[in-house]
């Protein structure tokens, strides 16, 4: 069943009270929105977005499943992620060994999310957040002790965790994370 | 000393002064601070947002417009090379000034004690002041010396062209009604509003004033999206807000005179002796009347784009300016037939 | 050489290659742009007569980012995010079609449920790009409703996007061979709730915005393209449309699952700024019906990795744990150094604006030798050299608006 096209006509506008009409019907909409406006602004930093755990918010690395294997630095579209080397000591041998180890610059990061679907052992994931505020440039150039950890999520202390549900009436609506966590 | 203290006295307590200070000033400031403000968060409303919200999140953001004024009142005003300097500053002063001067002339009482001037022509000479101010957008637009205010400032001299007559035909209907140019005349004959008598010369005089004051679907001036801000688009800091605050200054006097005309101004209230029962509570009234018109006004802001300059000046001349004309009629008929 | 620099000539501004010519008496030369609340990135140098529009002249490339140059730097699967960057709001159209491009390349065609859901992220951008479109047409106009209600409504569909793909607008999400992750469980729900919720809502788009006697006077008229100019020209998208152009990419080469939906291609034939927003407006609603339907066949069918057996045959136990659990198709890591075939191959696609075109050449490497991007707004830009001469300045934004023109699509 392709697609076809269709020609259709703009809607007449005739009669003496056509231009009435049009007029009526949108005051009485702009009215209606007046009496109940049906808004679901998000109050920033008061509440925020407790997002799925699929988002693809800040990268984290998990150092005891990285294998080393440069996958996610070679598939980084930005060039955030690069592989930086490291003397450490070799836990069979006891020999310092040189590793290498991925390091994140969010400078460059665009989130694509690629390095995460790349890694062959699941050592990197994502954190469902995305705002996080830096002083500097040069702390968004992470080193390897901050990348191993979740980074602080500091709109989470404050806020309230909302989500936003799609419904059918308004749109979207804004409820309590936890409300929805119950169901 | 004595001398002098009396004459400052005298000419604070000389009534167009004291008028023009109390509600034209203070009472025109703290009614436009609270249209703004209302028209901020109704079109917000309409448009599913909140509007001004995080200074005072209990006061739904009131003080946001105090806010502004203080940020206006602070900033650094730009005065570029190319201007015309004396009548760059002069113009958005002057017209702010001369917009609310149609106030220091009506009258907002029945109580003579309390009449800023004799009364007899009062109409003609409200209206003859409200047609001052605009000349000097125009001006302004000109001393600017940019393209995008030239075309802001040639714009608002066709929609004044348009506008005026319409405006001052459409409330004049009123004195034709009722064979005086008295306003307190025109107040006191209305038994029922005269809104009601004669829906169409109010209809047109609402069109006009949006017109005048830069409503939408009117707002066409300063219509951003072709000529940035208009007239006003060299300006900065407190002269901006100026300009801003005139058309709302303009639109309030311009309520107050609909108000008397149309709203049967300080009815059902009969003003009596003394300064509370003679003037504050009248004029309170008149005031609140006339906020209340300009709360309507202010939500065409949400409901309608706007319109293009040819179109709008074509509504004016062939829509607007016919149906003021009929008001003008019906007001004679009126007459005629002694209804008011 | 001289220029001319506030009415006298001056030959020492030592701008060299600054040409200025004189202009014509009478006439009045208007700089809309590129710091100007109407312009965009761009300019348009309009020259006036009294309130007519004499010329214009539409100056482009304030946002040019070598993409073309760029892409051929960068491995083929680390094109998609780049590409993306020309329309954020709409990227899965304008990068499906490079993909589908290299898919021809490497000879290898997705699986249908790939199709699908590359369909149905698809349909759920052009929602959002034509509301995003009418925001900016209604601002132009200054109907500010419109403006809020669209970037609001648009909501809704960033969400169900976010929920399909973990990302709001730079979804990344067709790769060669399929696409990136299958839909989670709860969206269908989400999905059908969605559509039902803007079917209603558009009819309140109509009553405040398109019958609205005023926005309808300031639209109709304006901007007309007759059908034949409208060809010479070759604007694409909702503008040919809108001039009786039966003319879609989804038509005349139907991609990905297009050709098992059933949708009409609307077409007006007034050719003027009403008959444009029309057409956006009624392209909304067909693109609920296929959102609907991919939804339906989505949920019909198994779930299995929407992508090339190429690429997941030989995956690793973990690839297919990810998919289970999480829906989340995991790339093998040679998808970083992905050599193609020596070969060329086009591809297009219908965006919300008309139809992009790539051109990609490949010389066995694993980066493009050559891609060739044509934008649907590089050849929509010409209308306003064209059609804009004889309306009044207020009719630019309405004409800027109702070709949705959008500068970083068309400058690359
Ligand atoms: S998310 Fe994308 S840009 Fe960021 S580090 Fe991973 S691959 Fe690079
Ligand atoms: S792809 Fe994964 S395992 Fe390989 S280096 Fe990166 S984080 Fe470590």
Redesign the pocket.
């Known amino acids: 069943m392709p697609a076809k096209p269709v020609v259709k006509r703009l809607p007449a506008r005739r009669g003496l009270f056509a231009g009435f009409k049009g007029n009526v019907d949108a005051i009485t909409i702009g009215l209606k929105y007046l009496v109940d406006p049906k808004r679901f602004t998000l109050i920033y930093p008061n509440e925020y977005i407790k997002l799925d755990p699929g988002y693809r918010g800040f990268i984290v ?2 150092p005891k ?9 070679r598939i980084c579209p930005a060039a955030a ?1 690069r ?1 930086i080397k490291r003397m450490e000591e070799d836990p069979k041998t006891g020999k310092p060994k040189m590793k ?3 390091v994140i610059n969010y400078q460059r990061c665009i989130f694509c999310g690629y ?1 995460v679907d ?7 994931y994502t954190v469902p957040y995305h705002d996080i505020v830096y002083e500097n440039m040069a702390e968004m150039d992470w080193s390897l002790e901050t990348f191993v950890k979740p980074p602080e999520h500091p709109t989470a202390k404050e806020g309230i965790p909302v989500k936003y549900i799609v419904d059918e009436e308004k749109g979207l609506v804004k409820v309590r994370a936890e409300e929805v966590e119950e169901k | 000393m004595a001398g002098i203290i009396d004459l400052i006295l005298s000419i604070i307590f000389y009534p167009p002064i004291y008028q023009l200070v109390l509600v034209g000033l203070t009472g025109a400031l703290v009614v436009v601070i609270f249209i703004i403000w209302f028209e901020r968060k109704a079109t917000a409303r309409v448009q599913r947002r909140l509007g001004p919200y995080h200074i005072s999140p209990r006061l739904a953001g009131l003080p946001q417009l105090v806010a502004d004024l203080i940020r206006y009142a602070f900033q650094e005003v730009i005065i570029p090379k190319t201007v015309d300097k004396e009548l760059f500053v002069l113009a958005p002063i002057v017209a702010t000034v001369l917009s609310i001067l149609p106030i220091a002339v009506v009258p907002l009482t029945s109580n003579p004690a309390y009449w800023p001037i004799p009364m007899d022509y009062s109409m003609l000479v409200a209206l003859a002041l409200t047609t001052v101010s605009p000349i000097f957008l125009i001006v302004a637009g000109w001393a600017s010396n940019n393209k995008f205010s030239i075309i802001g400032g040639v714009r608002e001299a066709f929609v004044i062209t348009a506008y005026e007559l319409i405006a001052i035909m459409s409330i004049l209907s009123a004195s034709a009604a009722v064979l005086s140019f008295n306003l307190v005349e025109i107040v006191e004959a209305q038994r029922v509003w005269y809104i009601l008598l004669n829906p169409i010369a109010f209809l047109a005089a609402f069109l006009a004033v949006l017109m005048a004051t830069s409503g939408f679907p009117f707002e066409i001036p300063e219509s951003e999206n072709e000529v940035v801000a208009g007239p006003f688009t060299e300006y900065s800091g407190l002269l901006y807000g100026l300009n801003m605050g005139a058309a709302y200054m303009k639109r309030f006097a311009f309520s107050i005179l609909m108000a008397l005309v149309f709203l049967g101004g300080w009815s059902p209230y009969t003003p009596g002796e003394g300064i509370l029962s003679g003037y504050l509570i009248p004029s309170l009234i008149v005031v609140a009347k006339a906020t209340v018109l300009m709360m309507i006004f202010s939500l065409t802001r949400s409901i309608y784009g706007r319109f293009r300059l040819d179109q709008a000046l074509e509504g004016a001349w062939r829509l607007v300016f016919p149906m003021a004309v009929l008001g003008f009629g019906l007001a004679l008929l009126e007459a005629y037939l002694g209804v008011m | 050489m001289s220029v001319w620099v506030y009415g006298e000539q001056k030959s020492e501004l030592g701008l060299e290659g600054t040409i200025t010519r004189k202009l014509e008496e009478d006439l009045y030369e208007v700089f809309i742009g590129p710091q100007h609340p109407g312009s965009g990135h761009m300019r348009i140098i309009v020259r006036i007569d009294g309130d007519i529009i004499v010329e214009a002249d539409p100056d482009m490339g304030y946002v040019h980012r070598t993409m073309e140059k760029l892409s051929e730097g960068r491995e083929w699967i680390k094109n998609v995010p780049l590409f993306e960057r020309m329309a954020i709001h709409d990227a899965c159209n304008v990068t499906v079609s490079y993909v589908m491009a290299l898919e021809r390349i490497l000879g290898i065609e997705p699986p249908p449920r790939a199709k699908y859901l590359r369909t149905l992220l698809c349909e759920i951008n052009r929602i959002a790009a034509h509301l995003y479109g009418f925001g900016i047409f209604g601002v132009f106009i200054g109907h500010s409703t419109m403006y809020m209600w669209s970037f609001a409504d648009r909501e809704v569909m960033v969400e169900l996007a976010e929920k399909l793909t973990g990302a709001r607008l730079t979804h990344s999400y067709p790769i060669p061979g399929g696409a990136r992750r299958d839909m989670p469980q709860d969206f269908p729900q989400a999905a059908r709730k969605a559509v039902r919720y803007f079917r209603r809502r558009l009819d309140e788009y109509r009553k405040i915005f398109l019958d609205n006697p005023v926005t309808r006077k300031r639209l109709e008229g304006v901007g007309i393209i007759p059908k034949k100019i409208a060809a010479e020209l070759g604007v694409v998208g909702p503008v040919a449309r809108a001039s009786g152009i039966k003319y879609d990419a989804r038509l005349a080469e139907p991609y990905d699952a297009y050709d098992e939906v059933e949708f009409e291609v609307p077409v007006y034939e007034e050719g003027d700024a009403l008959a444009r927003a029309w057409v956006k407006f009624e392209e909304i609603k067909q693109s609920l019906r296929i959102i609907e339907q991919a939804v339906d066949w989505l949920e019909k069918h198994p779930r299995e990795a929407p992508i090339h057996e190429r690429f997941w045959a030989k995956a690793p136990p973990l690839w297919k744990k990810v998919f289970e659990a999480e829906g989340r198709v995991k790339l093998l ?1 040679l998808m970083a150094n992905l050599k193609l075939p020596p070969g060329r191959a086009m591809a297009r696609s219908e965006t919300a604006r008309g139809e992009i075109v790539y051109y990609v050449e490949s010389d066995g490497k694993t980066t493009p030798y050559r891609v060739r991007i044509v934008s649907p707004s590089a050849r929509n830009a010409i209308v306003f050299k064209y059609i804009a001469p004889g309306y009044k300045v207020m009719d630019l934004p309405t004409i800027y608006g109702s070709i949705d023109y959008f500068p970083p699509e068309a400058d690359r």
């Open positions: 690395l998990d499943k990285c294998i080393h294997c440069s996958s996610c630095a992620m592989m290498l180890w991925p390095c790349v890694c062959p052992t699941e050592a990197l | 890591p």
